[in-house]
Protein backbone atom coordinates (compact mmCIF):
# COMPACT_ATOMS: atom_id res chain seq x y z
CA UNK A 1 0.00 0.00 0.00
CA UNK A 2 2.64 2.50 0.68
CA UNK A 3 4.86 1.54 -2.33
CA UNK A 4 1.41 2.16 -4.37
CA UNK A 5 1.22 5.52 -2.35
CA UNK A 6 4.82 6.50 -3.62
CA UNK A 7 3.97 5.58 -7.52
CA UNK A 8 1.00 7.65 -7.44
CA UNK A 9 2.85 10.45 -6.20
CA UNK A 10 6.02 10.11 -8.64
CA UNK A 11 3.06 8.90 -11.59
CA UNK A 12 1.41 12.01 -10.82
CA UNK A 13 4.69 13.87 -11.03
CA UNK A 14 5.04 12.32 -14.80
CA UNK A 15 8.24 10.57 -13.21
CA UNK A 16 9.48 8.19 -15.96
CA UNK A 17 11.27 6.26 -13.53
CA UNK A 18 9.33 5.62 -11.02
CA UNK A 19 6.86 4.74 -13.80
CA UNK A 20 8.87 2.01 -15.50
CA UNK A 21 9.60 0.32 -12.23
CA UNK A 22 5.60 0.45 -11.12
CA UNK A 23 4.96 -1.14 -14.38
CA UNK A 24 7.65 -4.00 -13.52
CA UNK A 25 6.08 -4.59 -10.48
CA UNK A 26 4.66 -8.11 -9.62
CA UNK A 27 0.56 -7.51 -8.86
CA UNK A 28 0.96 -3.63 -10.82
CA UNK A 29 -2.28 -4.59 -12.93
CA UNK A 30 -4.37 -5.77 -10.13
CA UNK A 31 -3.61 -2.60 -8.75
CA UNK A 32 -4.33 -0.38 -11.77
CA UNK A 33 -7.62 -1.94 -12.30
CA UNK A 34 -8.65 -1.58 -8.77
CA UNK A 35 -7.14 1.96 -9.18
CA UNK A 36 -9.45 2.37 -12.19
CA UNK A 37 -12.20 0.85 -10.69
CA UNK A 38 -12.14 3.31 -7.81
CA UNK A 39 -12.02 6.83 -9.97
CA UNK A 40 -14.73 5.34 -12.32
CA UNK A 41 -16.76 4.76 -9.36
CA UNK A 42 -16.18 8.02 -7.59
CA UNK A 43 -17.01 10.04 -10.91
CA UNK A 44 -20.04 8.15 -11.33
CA UNK A 45 -21.32 8.39 -7.80
CA UNK A 46 -21.33 12.07 -8.29
CA UNK A 47 -22.61 11.68 -11.20
CA UNK A 48 -25.34 9.50 -10.58
CA UNK A 49 -26.55 11.64 -7.93
CA UNK A 50 -26.46 14.66 -9.85
CA UNK A 51 -28.56 13.16 -12.56
CA UNK A 52 -30.99 11.29 -10.12
CA UNK A 53 -31.31 15.11 -8.72
CA UNK A 54 -32.09 16.38 -11.93
CA UNK A 55 -34.41 13.69 -12.99
CA UNK A 56 -36.39 14.37 -9.74
CA UNK A 57 -36.71 18.05 -9.59
CA UNK A 58 -36.74 18.25 -13.50
CA UNK A 59 -39.38 21.35 -14.57
CA UNK A 60 -42.43 20.51 -16.16
CA UNK A 61 -41.38 20.50 -20.07
CA UNK A 62 -41.82 24.17 -21.77
CA UNK A 63 -40.01 27.36 -21.48
CA UNK A 64 -36.32 25.87 -21.42
CA UNK A 65 -36.76 23.53 -24.40
CA UNK A 66 -38.82 26.83 -26.20
CA UNK A 67 -35.89 28.83 -25.75
CA UNK A 68 -33.49 26.16 -26.66
CA UNK A 69 -35.15 26.20 -30.07
CA UNK A 70 -35.38 30.20 -30.51
CA UNK A 71 -31.65 30.24 -30.05
CA UNK A 72 -30.59 27.48 -32.56
CA UNK A 73 -33.45 29.13 -34.72
CA UNK A 74 -31.62 32.49 -34.24
CA UNK A 75 -27.96 30.64 -34.50
CA UNK A 76 -29.09 29.03 -37.56
CA UNK A 77 -29.93 32.10 -39.37
CA UNK A 78 -26.40 33.22 -39.40
CA UNK A 79 -25.36 30.52 -41.14
CA UNK A 80 -25.51 29.73 -45.05
CA UNK A 81 -27.74 26.59 -44.42
CA UNK A 82 -31.33 26.73 -47.01
CA UNK A 83 -34.39 28.55 -44.79
CA UNK A 84 -36.34 25.11 -45.76
CA UNK A 85 -33.40 23.31 -44.30
CA UNK A 86 -32.77 25.59 -41.13
CA UNK A 87 -36.82 25.21 -40.95
CA UNK A 88 -36.60 21.35 -40.76
CA UNK A 89 -34.37 21.38 -38.65
CA UNK A 90 -35.68 23.71 -35.93
CA UNK A 91 -39.17 21.52 -35.87
CA UNK A 92 -36.75 18.26 -35.78
CA UNK A 93 -35.23 19.46 -32.47
CA UNK A 94 -38.55 20.73 -31.05
CA UNK A 95 -39.82 17.04 -31.70
CA UNK A 96 -36.84 15.20 -29.87
CA UNK A 97 -37.16 18.08 -26.92
CA UNK A 98 -40.98 17.51 -26.76
CA UNK A 99 -40.34 13.52 -27.29
CA UNK A 100 -37.61 13.67 -24.14
CA UNK A 101 -40.27 15.60 -22.27
CA UNK A 102 -42.96 13.04 -23.09
CA UNK A 103 -40.83 10.50 -22.12
CA UNK A 104 -38.95 11.11 -18.85
CA UNK A 105 -42.69 12.06 -17.85
CA UNK A 106 -43.59 8.58 -17.84
CA UNK A 107 -44.80 6.74 -14.69
CA UNK A 108 -42.63 4.45 -13.26
CA UNK A 109 -43.40 0.76 -11.51
CA UNK A 110 -41.31 1.64 -8.53
CA UNK A 111 -42.60 5.27 -7.82
CA UNK A 112 -41.19 8.89 -9.74
CA UNK A 113 -38.36 8.69 -6.46
CA UNK A 114 -37.50 4.92 -6.27
CA UNK A 115 -37.13 5.12 -10.20
CA UNK A 116 -35.42 8.42 -10.36
CA UNK A 117 -32.50 6.69 -7.74
CA UNK A 118 -32.51 3.46 -9.37
CA UNK A 119 -31.62 5.22 -12.56
CA UNK A 120 -28.73 7.08 -10.84
CA UNK A 121 -27.68 3.94 -9.27
CA UNK A 122 -27.15 2.79 -12.67
CA UNK A 123 -25.40 5.14 -13.94
CA UNK A 124 -22.80 5.01 -11.32
CA UNK A 125 -22.00 1.27 -11.30
CA UNK A 126 -21.75 1.24 -15.41
CA UNK A 127 -18.89 4.18 -15.07
CA UNK A 128 -16.41 1.14 -14.10
CA UNK A 129 -17.23 -0.34 -18.06
CA UNK A 130 -17.57 3.08 -19.56
CA UNK A 131 -14.11 3.65 -18.51
CA UNK A 132 -13.25 0.18 -19.21
CA UNK A 133 -14.36 0.50 -22.95
CA UNK A 134 -12.34 3.57 -23.67
CA UNK A 135 -9.18 2.55 -22.03
CA UNK A 136 -8.65 -1.24 -22.48
CA UNK A 137 -9.65 -1.27 -26.50
CA UNK A 138 -7.37 1.30 -26.97
CA UNK A 139 -3.93 0.47 -25.02
CA UNK A 140 -4.31 -3.12 -26.76
CA UNK A 141 -4.98 -1.65 -29.65
CA UNK A 142 -1.36 0.51 -28.70
CA UNK A 143 0.38 -2.59 -27.75
CA UNK A 144 -0.22 -4.22 -31.01
CA UNK A 145 1.06 -1.66 -32.67
CA UNK A 146 4.21 -1.55 -30.66
CA UNK A 147 4.59 -4.70 -31.21
CA UNK A 148 4.73 -3.98 -35.01
CA UNK A 149 6.97 -1.37 -34.26
CA UNK A 150 9.64 -3.65 -32.77
CA UNK A 151 8.33 -2.66 -28.85
CA UNK A 152 8.89 -6.18 -26.56
CA UNK A 153 6.52 -5.40 -23.41
CA UNK A 154 3.75 -7.33 -23.13
CA UNK A 155 0.31 -6.40 -22.25
CA UNK A 156 0.28 -6.65 -18.73
CA UNK A 157 3.12 -4.57 -18.45
CA UNK A 158 1.87 -1.87 -20.47
CA UNK A 159 -1.57 -1.92 -19.17
CA UNK A 160 -0.11 -1.71 -15.83
CA UNK A 161 2.01 1.46 -16.61
CA UNK A 162 -0.83 3.22 -18.36
CA UNK A 163 -3.46 2.61 -15.79
CA UNK A 164 -2.18 4.85 -14.04
CA UNK A 165 -3.79 7.41 -16.04
CA UNK A 166 -6.73 7.01 -13.63
CA UNK A 167 -4.76 8.87 -10.42
CA UNK A 168 -6.04 12.42 -12.30
CA UNK A 169 -9.72 11.36 -12.15
CA UNK A 170 -10.16 10.75 -8.49
CA UNK A 171 -10.95 13.77 -8.36
CA UNK A 172 -13.34 13.48 -10.80
CA UNK A 173 -16.50 14.18 -8.29
CA UNK A 174 -15.55 17.69 -8.09
CA UNK A 175 -16.91 17.88 -11.49
CA UNK A 176 -20.13 17.79 -9.77
CA UNK A 177 -19.48 20.98 -8.24
CA UNK A 178 -21.59 23.83 -9.54
CA UNK A 179 -18.52 26.23 -11.37
CA UNK A 180 -16.08 24.05 -11.51
CA UNK A 181 -16.86 21.42 -14.48
CA UNK A 182 -15.58 23.93 -16.90
CA UNK A 183 -12.07 24.54 -15.47
CA UNK A 184 -11.78 20.96 -13.49
CA UNK A 185 -12.71 18.62 -16.52
CA UNK A 186 -9.70 19.86 -19.08
CA UNK A 187 -7.49 20.06 -16.34
CA UNK A 188 -7.77 16.00 -15.48
CA UNK A 189 -8.40 15.18 -18.77
CA UNK A 190 -5.55 16.58 -19.83
CA UNK A 191 -3.42 15.52 -16.71
CA UNK A 192 -4.36 12.08 -17.39
CA UNK A 193 -3.69 12.35 -21.05
CA UNK A 194 -0.13 13.25 -20.00
CA UNK A 195 0.30 10.54 -17.51
CA UNK A 196 -0.80 8.06 -20.17
CA UNK A 197 1.28 8.89 -22.43
CA UNK A 198 4.82 9.40 -20.26
CA UNK A 199 3.88 5.84 -18.72
CA UNK A 200 3.53 4.43 -21.90
CA UNK A 201 6.84 5.78 -23.60
CA UNK A 202 8.50 4.74 -19.99
CA UNK A 203 7.40 1.39 -20.08
CA UNK A 204 7.25 0.50 -23.63
CA UNK A 205 11.16 1.37 -23.86
CA UNK A 206 10.45 2.33 -27.47
CA UNK A 207 12.19 5.33 -28.62
CA UNK A 208 10.61 8.96 -28.62
CA UNK A 209 9.33 9.02 -32.27
CA UNK A 210 8.12 5.16 -32.44
CA UNK A 211 6.29 5.31 -29.15
CA UNK A 212 4.32 8.61 -30.50
CA UNK A 213 3.34 7.07 -33.45
CA UNK A 214 2.55 3.95 -31.82
CA UNK A 215 0.24 5.64 -29.24
CA UNK A 216 -1.65 7.55 -32.12
CA UNK A 217 -1.64 4.51 -34.58
CA UNK A 218 -5.07 3.47 -33.24
CA UNK A 219 -6.92 6.70 -32.93
CA UNK A 220 -5.60 7.42 -36.15
CA UNK A 221 -6.85 4.33 -37.93
CA UNK A 222 -10.33 4.76 -35.58
CA UNK A 223 -10.95 8.62 -37.35
CA UNK A 224 -9.86 7.19 -41.17
CA UNK A 225 -12.92 4.26 -40.62
CA UNK A 226 -14.96 6.51 -39.26
CA UNK A 227 -14.52 9.22 -41.70
CA UNK A 228 -14.38 6.27 -44.63
CA UNK A 229 -17.88 5.31 -43.12
CA UNK A 230 -19.64 9.10 -43.37
CA UNK A 231 -18.21 9.28 -47.02
CA UNK A 232 -20.30 6.19 -47.83
CA UNK A 233 -23.33 7.01 -46.22
CA UNK A 234 -23.16 10.71 -47.52
CA UNK A 235 -22.66 9.26 -50.66
CA UNK A 236 -25.59 6.87 -50.67
CA UNK A 237 -27.80 9.59 -49.33
CA UNK A 238 -26.92 12.03 -52.36
CA UNK A 239 -27.34 9.33 -54.70
CA UNK A 240 -31.01 8.49 -52.79
CA UNK A 241 -31.96 11.67 -52.93
CA UNK B 1 -11.04 -30.58 -4.58
CA UNK B 2 -7.71 -29.51 -4.85
CA UNK B 3 -8.31 -29.90 -8.10
CA UNK B 4 -10.73 -27.18 -8.40
CA UNK B 5 -9.43 -25.36 -6.34
CA UNK B 6 -6.42 -25.68 -8.69
CA UNK B 7 -8.47 -24.86 -11.37
CA UNK B 8 -9.93 -21.69 -9.76
CA UNK B 9 -6.71 -19.88 -8.83
CA UNK B 10 -5.64 -20.04 -13.06
CA UNK B 11 -8.95 -17.52 -12.61
CA UNK B 12 -7.35 -14.14 -11.25
CA UNK B 13 -4.26 -15.20 -13.55
CA UNK B 14 -6.25 -15.09 -16.81
CA UNK B 15 -7.82 -11.99 -15.78
CA UNK B 16 -4.18 -10.47 -15.27
CA UNK B 17 -3.29 -11.78 -18.86
CA UNK B 18 -1.06 -14.47 -17.04
CA UNK B 19 -0.03 -16.45 -20.26
CA UNK B 20 1.15 -19.20 -18.45
CA UNK B 21 -2.86 -19.67 -16.65
CA UNK B 22 -2.99 -21.76 -20.23
CA UNK B 23 -0.83 -23.80 -20.80
CA UNK B 24 -1.54 -25.11 -17.21
CA UNK B 25 -4.69 -25.64 -18.57
CA UNK B 26 -3.50 -27.27 -21.50
CA UNK B 27 -1.75 -29.62 -19.10
CA UNK B 28 -4.57 -30.36 -16.82
CA UNK B 29 -6.01 -34.33 -17.28
CA UNK B 30 -9.79 -33.71 -17.95
CA UNK B 31 -8.79 -30.01 -19.40
CA UNK B 32 -12.04 -29.85 -21.25
CA UNK B 33 -13.97 -30.88 -18.41
CA UNK B 34 -12.63 -28.33 -16.11
CA UNK B 35 -13.18 -25.56 -19.25
CA UNK B 36 -16.92 -26.76 -19.47
CA UNK B 37 -17.31 -26.54 -15.98
CA UNK B 38 -15.58 -23.42 -15.59
CA UNK B 39 -17.72 -21.85 -18.30
CA UNK B 40 -21.08 -23.09 -17.03
CA UNK B 41 -20.21 -21.79 -13.37
CA UNK B 42 -19.85 -18.51 -15.29
CA UNK B 43 -22.58 -18.78 -16.95
CA UNK B 44 -25.05 -19.52 -14.50
CA UNK B 45 -23.33 -16.47 -12.30
CA UNK B 46 -23.92 -14.41 -14.97
CA UNK B 47 -27.58 -15.42 -16.09
CA UNK B 48 -28.67 -14.80 -12.00
CA UNK B 49 -26.64 -11.46 -12.24
CA UNK B 50 -28.57 -10.34 -15.44
CA UNK B 51 -32.02 -11.79 -13.85
CA UNK B 52 -31.32 -9.43 -10.66
CA UNK B 53 -29.88 -6.48 -13.28
CA UNK B 54 -33.15 -7.04 -15.21
CA UNK B 55 -35.77 -6.72 -12.85
CA UNK B 56 -33.90 -3.28 -10.97
CA UNK B 57 -33.94 -1.95 -14.52
CA UNK B 58 -37.76 -2.63 -14.72
CA UNK B 59 -38.59 -1.13 -11.98
CA UNK B 60 -36.57 2.24 -13.01
CA UNK B 61 -37.49 2.84 -16.41
CA UNK B 62 -41.35 2.99 -17.47
CA UNK B 63 -42.77 0.42 -18.75
CA UNK B 64 -42.22 -0.87 -21.76
CA UNK B 65 -45.36 -0.77 -23.67
CA UNK B 66 -45.94 2.66 -22.31
CA UNK B 67 -42.21 3.46 -23.21
CA UNK B 68 -43.30 1.95 -27.16
CA UNK B 69 -46.44 4.02 -27.31
CA UNK B 70 -44.80 7.48 -26.65
CA UNK B 71 -41.74 6.92 -29.01
CA UNK B 72 -44.19 5.38 -32.09
CA UNK B 73 -46.19 9.13 -31.49
CA UNK B 74 -42.78 11.51 -31.08
CA UNK B 75 -40.93 9.50 -33.88
CA UNK B 76 -43.61 9.98 -36.34
CA UNK B 77 -43.50 14.01 -35.49
CA UNK B 78 -39.94 14.04 -36.39
CA UNK B 79 -39.74 15.57 -40.09
CA UNK B 80 -36.31 14.62 -40.27
CA UNK B 81 -37.09 10.78 -39.80
CA UNK B 82 -40.36 11.26 -41.89
CA UNK B 83 -37.89 12.22 -44.83
CA UNK B 84 -35.60 9.11 -44.68
CA UNK B 85 -37.36 6.08 -47.08
CA UNK B 86 -39.66 4.08 -45.90
CA UNK B 87 -37.29 0.29 -45.40
CA UNK B 88 -34.85 1.21 -42.93
CA UNK B 89 -36.90 3.25 -40.59
CA UNK B 90 -39.81 0.86 -40.67
CA UNK B 91 -37.09 -2.09 -39.91
CA UNK B 92 -35.68 0.05 -37.18
CA UNK B 93 -39.27 1.18 -35.59
CA UNK B 94 -40.59 -2.12 -35.67
CA UNK B 95 -37.05 -3.70 -34.19
CA UNK B 96 -37.29 -1.00 -31.65
CA UNK B 97 -40.84 -0.73 -30.22
CA UNK B 98 -41.22 -4.45 -30.11
CA UNK B 99 -38.31 -5.12 -28.38
CA UNK B 100 -39.19 -2.17 -26.02
CA UNK B 101 -42.65 -3.74 -25.55
CA UNK B 102 -41.53 -7.09 -24.68
CA UNK B 103 -38.42 -7.07 -23.05
CA UNK B 104 -36.74 -10.32 -22.44
CA UNK B 105 -38.03 -11.53 -18.97
CA UNK B 106 -35.42 -10.92 -15.80
CA UNK B 107 -35.96 -14.94 -15.10
CA UNK B 108 -35.23 -15.87 -18.84
CA UNK B 109 -32.14 -14.25 -18.28
CA UNK B 110 -30.81 -17.69 -15.96
CA UNK B 111 -31.10 -19.73 -19.02
CA UNK B 112 -30.22 -17.69 -21.99
CA UNK B 113 -27.36 -16.13 -20.57
CA UNK B 114 -25.35 -19.68 -19.96
CA UNK B 115 -26.96 -20.69 -23.42
CA UNK B 116 -26.00 -17.69 -25.12
CA UNK B 117 -22.03 -18.29 -23.69
CA UNK B 118 -21.94 -21.92 -24.30
CA UNK B 119 -23.15 -21.07 -28.06
CA UNK B 120 -20.45 -18.04 -28.16
CA UNK B 121 -17.73 -20.32 -27.31
CA UNK B 122 -18.40 -23.62 -29.14
CA UNK B 123 -18.42 -21.63 -32.07
CA UNK B 124 -15.54 -19.22 -31.95
CA UNK B 125 -13.60 -22.60 -30.60
CA UNK B 126 -14.25 -23.87 -33.98
CA UNK B 127 -13.80 -21.34 -35.46
CA UNK B 128 -10.53 -20.73 -33.98
CA UNK B 129 -9.15 -24.12 -34.21
CA UNK B 130 -10.01 -23.85 -38.38
CA UNK B 131 -8.08 -20.68 -38.57
CA UNK B 132 -5.42 -22.03 -35.94
CA UNK B 133 -4.58 -24.94 -38.24
CA UNK B 134 -4.44 -22.92 -41.19
CA UNK B 135 -1.67 -20.61 -39.78
CA UNK B 136 0.33 -23.72 -38.63
CA UNK B 137 -1.25 -24.38 -34.80
CA UNK B 138 -0.76 -28.08 -34.08
CA UNK B 139 -3.21 -27.93 -30.94
CA UNK B 140 -6.34 -30.19 -30.75
CA UNK B 141 -10.02 -29.21 -30.55
CA UNK B 142 -10.12 -30.54 -27.22
CA UNK B 143 -6.92 -28.29 -25.84
CA UNK B 144 -8.15 -25.42 -28.07
CA UNK B 145 -12.04 -25.49 -26.47
CA UNK B 146 -10.42 -25.86 -23.01
CA UNK B 147 -8.16 -22.92 -22.92
CA UNK B 148 -10.53 -20.73 -24.80
CA UNK B 149 -13.41 -21.63 -22.18
CA UNK B 150 -10.63 -19.79 -19.79
CA UNK B 151 -10.64 -17.22 -21.79
CA UNK B 152 -13.83 -16.23 -21.18
CA UNK B 153 -13.34 -15.19 -17.68
CA UNK B 154 -13.07 -11.57 -17.84
CA UNK B 155 -16.75 -11.35 -18.02
CA UNK B 156 -16.82 -12.66 -14.15
CA UNK B 157 -16.56 -8.34 -13.75
CA UNK B 158 -20.12 -8.34 -15.20
CA UNK B 159 -21.32 -10.69 -12.41
CA UNK B 160 -22.45 -6.98 -10.64
CA UNK B 161 -26.51 -7.13 -10.28
CA UNK B 162 -27.10 -3.33 -10.15
CA UNK B 163 -25.48 -2.91 -13.91
CA UNK B 164 -28.08 -1.59 -16.51
CA UNK B 165 -27.49 -3.21 -20.16
CA UNK B 166 -23.91 -1.71 -21.84
CA UNK B 167 -24.37 -1.37 -24.99
CA UNK B 168 -21.30 0.23 -26.30
CA UNK B 169 -19.70 -0.21 -22.57
CA UNK B 170 -19.33 -3.86 -23.12
CA UNK B 171 -16.52 -3.13 -25.52
CA UNK B 172 -13.98 -3.14 -22.72
CA UNK B 173 -15.20 -6.67 -21.88
CA UNK B 174 -15.27 -7.90 -24.99
CA UNK B 175 -11.16 -6.32 -25.99
CA UNK B 176 -10.43 -8.07 -22.65
CA UNK B 177 -12.00 -11.45 -23.52
CA UNK B 178 -10.17 -11.36 -27.38
CA UNK B 179 -6.94 -10.70 -25.66
CA UNK B 180 -7.49 -13.43 -23.61
CA UNK B 181 -8.58 -15.62 -26.93
CA UNK B 182 -5.24 -14.57 -28.22
CA UNK B 183 -3.17 -16.17 -25.29
CA UNK B 184 -5.26 -19.33 -25.30
CA UNK B 185 -4.70 -20.01 -29.29
CA UNK B 186 -0.89 -19.43 -28.18
CA UNK B 187 -1.08 -21.67 -25.69
CA UNK B 188 -3.03 -24.50 -27.59
CA UNK B 189 -1.11 -24.41 -30.75
CA UNK B 190 2.24 -23.14 -29.85
CA UNK B 191 1.79 -20.18 -32.57
CA UNK B 192 3.68 -17.11 -32.09
CA UNK B 193 2.65 -13.73 -31.21
CA UNK B 194 1.29 -12.59 -35.01
CA UNK B 195 0.26 -15.70 -35.99
CA UNK B 196 -1.94 -15.97 -32.95
CA UNK B 197 -3.42 -12.50 -32.96
CA UNK B 198 -5.03 -13.60 -36.80
CA UNK B 199 -6.11 -16.69 -35.74
CA UNK B 200 -7.83 -14.79 -32.60
CA UNK B 201 -8.74 -12.03 -34.41
CA UNK B 202 -10.36 -13.76 -37.90
CA UNK B 203 -12.15 -16.04 -35.75
CA UNK B 204 -13.83 -12.93 -33.99
CA UNK B 205 -14.20 -10.95 -37.13
CA UNK B 206 -16.18 -14.43 -39.42
CA UNK B 207 -18.29 -14.88 -35.76
CA UNK B 208 -19.15 -11.13 -35.68
CA UNK B 209 -20.02 -11.04 -39.31
CA UNK B 210 -22.64 -14.51 -38.67
CA UNK B 211 -24.10 -12.62 -35.45
CA UNK B 212 -24.32 -9.16 -37.47
CA UNK B 213 -25.97 -11.32 -40.52
CA UNK B 214 -28.32 -13.40 -37.78
CA UNK B 215 -29.11 -9.62 -36.52
CA UNK B 216 -30.22 -7.96 -39.95
CA UNK B 217 -32.59 -11.45 -40.84
CA UNK B 218 -34.23 -10.60 -37.53
CA UNK B 219 -34.77 -7.29 -38.06
CA UNK B 220 -35.89 -7.75 -41.93
CA UNK B 221 -38.38 -10.46 -40.88
CA UNK B 222 -39.90 -8.01 -37.36
CA UNK B 223 -39.92 -5.29 -40.11
CA UNK B 224 -42.03 -7.56 -42.60
CA UNK B 225 -43.89 -8.66 -39.73
Known amino acids: MGAMVVTAWSALRLDAAALRRWSATQGALAWGLALLALASLLGGLAGGAAAAGACLHRPPPGPAEQRAVADLAGWLSRTPLAPDAQHELVRTVAAALELRGNLAGLPRPLGHEAGCALQGLQLATTAPYRRLALWLPYTLAVCAAARALGGRAGPAQMLAATSLYALPHLLDPLLAVPGLEGLARPVLFLWGAAIYLRAWAAASRLGGPRALLAVALPGLAAVTVVMVVMAIVALVWGLRN | ?225
Open chain 2, 1 to 225: MSSISALLRLVPQALLFDGDAYYRMKARPRALYDGTLLLLALGVGLGLAGAAGAVVAAGAAPRGDELARVLRAGLARLPALQRLSPWPTTWLHCALLGWLAAPQPGLARLLTTPLALALNWLAYGLLAQRAARLLGGCGSLAETLACTALAEVPRVVLLMPLVSPLGLAAAGIEAWVLAARFQALRAAHGLDGWRAFWAAAAAALLLGAASLALAALQLASRGVG
